[in-house]
């Protein structure tokens, strides 16, 4: 899947619903509420430069990894883009996730598979961005619970502490197989 110069937001206030019109009719609505996202007016406007990088980047890291289909990845790859675009800044919620001793014995790059721990289950996510102290992950796996009331669904973002990161299962396996290869 490749962005395309015809690709565009469109922001319908009545419904409160933003939308990216793909090619041949196909239109990807916006996962998020409103409060997640920048104030939006009305709009119906063409992917910039930017946009279509971004969607990009994420959505070839995450199909070197062959482990979801194209729709998936097309989904997650919006859903990032949307973020990076209208996304409202998050704070930290680091407390839903337990911390861990080990970093992950890979680079730590946006598009990087990782894990949280919330104690009651575990969920695979990717992350969107990350600095010296926090990452901004997206969840991959279809839901998480985080508490007694508290559930994130696909595609949900959060901001965490560098030191709840958790090496993926799958990445982990992936590196083991490399190195028998190379012994």
Not at 6 to 17: I, L, S, T
Not at 27 to 56: G, T, W
Not at 74 to 81: F, V
């Amino acid at each position: 899947m490749h962005a395309s110069q015809h690709w565009r937001w469109v922001y319908d206030p009545e419904a409160d619903q933003l939308l990216v019109e793909l090619d041949h009719g196909l239109v990807h609505k916006c996962p998020y509420k409103s409060s997640r996202l920048i104030p939006l007016n009305p709009m119906h406007a063409a992917f910039s430069m930017e946009d279509a990088a971004c969607f990009q980047e994420f959505y070839d890291i995450l199909s070197t990894y062959e482990l979801w289909d194209p729709m998936l990845l097309t989904q997650a790859a919006l859903n990032r883009t949307i973020l990076a675009h209208f996304g409202r800044p998050q704070m930290p919620q680091s407390w839903y996730f337990q911390s861990c001793s080990e970093t992950p014995n890979y680079p730590l790059d946006v598009g990087a598979l990782v894990e949280l721990n919330s104690g009651i289950e575990t969920g695979v996510f990717v992350i969107m961005a990350i600095d010296d102290e926090f990452a901004e992950c997206m969840l991959i796996s279809s839901s998480m619970t985080l508490s007694d009331v508290k559930v994130m669904q696909q595609f949900d973002s959060v901001k965490v502490l560098i030191n709840r990161l958790q090496a993926s299962h799958y990445l982990q396996l992936h590196l083991d197989d490399d190195h028998l290869r190379h012994a």
